[in-house]
């Protein structure tokens, strides 16, 4: 048992890793949309539309939501509004991954 530790740390390990790299090319397909205001990288090259890259992904979320309940309605919000309505819980979630790690 002794030995078989490291081997299932590190086992572990490399498949949550994975599971990142999965969760973040799903993303990045599921964001191509996004990409033609806010950038393919999330660095938006209209002054006015905001920069998603290296956003913490709760705050993406939580802002997507916004838009899907109408919490936020203000100005340009209107725009965001028919992007959010498409997205289930997972589809946010894997779409902030992509943008909180895109370099
Ligand atoms: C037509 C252009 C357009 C498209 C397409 C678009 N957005 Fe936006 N997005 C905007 C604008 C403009 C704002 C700022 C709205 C406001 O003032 O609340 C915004 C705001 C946001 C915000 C809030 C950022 C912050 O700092 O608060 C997030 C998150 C976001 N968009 C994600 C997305 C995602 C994910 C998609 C694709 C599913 C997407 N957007 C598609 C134009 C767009």
Known sequence: MRYLLPFI???SLVSS???FADQFEL???KAV???TCHGAKGI???PTYPNLQGQ???YLVASLKAYKNRHRNEGL???MHVH???LSEKDMQDIAVYFNRVK
Do not use: N, P, Q, T
């Open 17 to 19: 890793f994975s599971v």
């Open 33 to 35: 949309v996004c990409m």
């Open 44 to 46: 938006s090259k209209i």
């Open 84 to 86: 959010a309505d498409k």
């Open 56 to 58: 913490h992904v709760e």
């Open 77 to 79: 919000a209107k725009l």
């Open 9 to 11: 740390f590190l086992f």
């Open 27 to 29: 993303g990045k397909k």
